[in-house]
């Protein structure tokens, strides 16, 4: 592995380091103590050769005919005999296990040679299974080539010391236990910044194999002790994709679940480099394409990477990707990544591609039959229901590119098979294609002819009821409501029944959870959807379309008049503002008014709550502190209006204007349930004939 030199080292007075020797005078003035091992009154052995072969040694003295002071004993000869015969037999545990003590006391040894030569039979040791094993199993080993790592200053004797611990570090669990028990976090981190590749690379992948068998606890000593400052410029030097991919994956893993790390990330420029290796590498490497995109994946959540992300074309960059992948993790990693940045990406210009893109991509999975093929469309829908909220250019892209046909035909599909976490994004996406922008009387065009409100009124009849997507159903309704091309088709397909039967379904589910009102409250979840809002939206269809005539008749042949008195006595006021207006509005109608009026105990209602000591409506001003609530106000007004259009429908002899004189028979408004029928379904429902 070669890297660019641009580790910053400051280096005061000394020469360039070529030589090896010259490396480490220079790494012992920056880094490390300037001794090569410990202290120690242990003897010292001119050579490993001769240490390895004593035979030769004691050759060499019988010919020169020196005496030999301070002979060796007998238990020195065994040591070495201990070392020779595992050299001369590597893979043997047994020869190991009696090796390893000798091998650890020389790397306390005071010639520099004899240091070095012992760490690399280490090293050579770590490698195979046996003697690793061994030497795991020996007591101290471990924490032997830390501390002789942490005071050497030769590189070598280094690279043969961490390519030792990054060999114990395969052995899963034990080995890097033993590792992290012997406070060997600390030296590995430092060796991040070592002028060696080699050491570089031996560090990196023994701490990669380190966070993914230890837990939590390794990773916040980790993040402590500076490791992702250290990993940061690595991912500026070199092209070996294979060491890249394990840098990623280790500030993946650190950065998962923690929002401190992600924002140091950032901070340190590592999103940017990120994006840039992404780009670089976006058909090459799997390995290192998939970890991009895991970490990536990773930062997409939190707040100020993400705009980051979106700033630096990262959605782009991903649009590129998705059409062209083969491999479904990377897919799935990069429609994740899109989904989580594409809420802030709601106003960025420039998408249209990938609005394409992903259309596409729905129509080619949707035929597929992969285990993961739901949730690639759960997620392409959901970007695309991000990107066309309030982006014109977006809306006519997906329109261009058969958005409309597109979503409607998944939303078909997987209907009867009642999916709705896919057909809720869908039915966004389309709520946002037919509304407010100037195309979109074209789209709702292309819902029509496309029978698309047949399919609306039967998900609308589904239960039980999947809240999330009967409220974007009701957002595409409404849209519907809005333009009278689109009436005759919503009264065929038996509009208003539905909407009744959701209105009154959200009514009861609401009045189970507050004890009929009782519990005042502004939000009443269920499947994490308002169904305050579920009762604002029915309404407001139902509203739209009681401006009709013809729907305001159907209106009242229903009953529905009998049920909007029954939500008019609620006390919610979201609950009766809906109904005040959907009062208001049927009062126009003779007929409706008639029925109105004959509502038992609406007039004391009224009376009550709306009027002042005088008999007559409150003004805003008399409403005194309740008018400061949000529905007040508007709830006096619309029964203003009520009040004043069953007036003018009343005979010319009766009372000239409401003065508050109501009929005293009722002296109380909680009786039962006016509404409490099941609306038809339609029965020659047909979902196989739309395409």
């Excluded at 109380?668 to 349930?673: E, P, W």
Aim: charged letters at 15%; aromatic letters at 6%; proline letters at 3%.
């Amino acid at each position: 592995m070669e890297y660019q030199q641009s580790y910053n080292y400051q280096f005061s007075n000394l020469p360039d380091a070529t030589q090896s020797s010259e490396k480490a005078l220079m790494w012992s003035h920056t880094q490390y103590m300037t001794e090569s091992g410990y202290s120690t009154q242990a003897p010292s052995i001119s050579s490993m050769d001769s240490y390895m072969n004593p035979e030769s040694q004691k050759t060499e003295a019988t010919s020169t005919q020196q005496p030999v002071e301070n002979p060796p004993a007998q238990d020195q000869q065994e040591e070495d005999n201990a070392v020779a015969n595992w050299i001369n037999y590597q893979d043997n545990s047994e020869m190991a296990l009696k090796a390893i003590p000798d091998l650890l006391k020389l790397l306390i040894d005071e010639d520099l040679v004899v240091v070095q030569q012992a760490a690399i039979l280490l090293n050579q040791m770590a490698r195979m299974e046996g003697p690793r094993q061994a030497l795991i199993q020996t007591n101290n080993a471990v924490q032997c080539l830390v501390d002789c790592l942490n005071t050497t200053a030769d590189l070598e004797t280094a690279r043969s010391l961490v390519g030792a611990l990054y060999g114990i570090s395969t052995q899963k669990q034990t080995g890097t236990q033993a590792i992290v028990n012997s406070k060997a976090l600390q030296p590995l981190v430092k060796m991040l910044s070592a002028p060696m590749d080699t050491i570089v690379s031996y560090a990196i992948t023994t701490l990669h194999n380190i966070l993914l068998d230890c837990g939590d606890k390794v990773k916040m000593l980790l993040r402590k002790l500076g490791m992702i400052h250290q990993m940061i410029p690595l991912l500026n030097h070199g092209q070996n994709v294979k060491f890249l991919s394990i840098v990623v994956d280790c500030l993946q893993l650190l950065a998962f679940g923690n929002s401190e790390a992600k924002q140091v990330i950032l901070e340190l420029g590592g999103t940017q480099l990120i994006v840039t290796l992404l780009m670089n590498q976006s058909n090459q490497y799997h390995k290192l394409l998939l970890n991009l995109t895991r970490l990536l994946k990773v930062l997409s959540v939190c707040p100020n990477n993400k705009q980051a992300l979106v700033n630096l074309n990262t959605m782009q960059t991903l649009s590129l990707m998705i059409n062209s992948q083969k491999s479904s993790d990377v897919l799935q990693n990069c429609l994740i990544i899109l989904r989580n940045l594409s809420d802030a990406a709601t106003r960025v210009n420039g998408l249209e591609q990938l609005v394409q893109n992903l259309l596409n991509l729905l129509s080619h999975i949707s035929g597929q039959s992969q285990d993961n093929t739901v949730t690639l469309m759960t997620l392409t829908a959901g970007i695309l229901s991000n990107l066309t909220c309030n982006n014109e250019n977006n809306k006519k892209a997906a329109l261009r590119a058969n958005g409309v046909q597109v979503l409607f035909k998944i939303v078909q599909q997987n209907v009867l098979a009642g999916k709705s976490s896919l057909i809720e994004p869908c039915l966004c996406a389309i709520r946002h294609i037919t509304n407010r922008y100037s195309d979109y009387l074209l789209a709702q065009e292309q819902v029509r002819s496309l029978q698309g409100i047949p399919l609306l009124t039967q998900l609308a009849s589904i239960q039980p009821r999947a809240w999330g997507c009967v409220k974007a159903l009701l957002g595409i309704v409404r849209n519907l409501c809005n333009n009278s091309l689109n009436s005759a088709q919503l009264k065929q397909n038996c509009i208003i029944e539905k909407l009744m039967q959701i209105l009154y379904d959200a009514y009861t589910e609401i009045n189970a959870k507050t004890n009929n009102g009782t519990q005042v409250v502004n939000v009443v979840k269920v499947d994490d959807v308002n169904l305050m809002d579920i009762v604002e939206l029915s309404s407001t269809c139902l509203l739209m379309l009681a401006k009709e005539y013809a729907n305001q008749i159907i209106m009242k042949d229903l009953d529905c008049i009998g049920f909007f008195v029954q939500m008019f006595f609620s006390p919610l006021s979201q609950i009766q503002k809906s109904a005040a207006s959907l009062l208001a509005e049927l009062s126009a109608n003779r007929e409706c008014a008639v029925v109105i009026e004959a509502q038992v105990g609406l007039q004391q209602f009224v009376q009550a709550n709306f009027c002042n000591q005088f008999g007559q409506l409150k003004s805003i001003a008399e409403l005194g502190s309740a008018g400061n609530s949000a529905h007040a106000s508007v709830i006096l007004q619309h029964v203003t209006t009520l009040m004043q259009r069953l007036q003018e429908h009343k005979p010319v002899h009766r009372n000239a204007s409401f003065n508050g004189n109501f009929p005293p028979q009722v002296e109380q408004f909680g009786h039962q349930m006016y509404f409490n029928q099941q609306f038809p379904s339609d029965a020659n429902f047909n979902p196989n004939g739309f395409f």
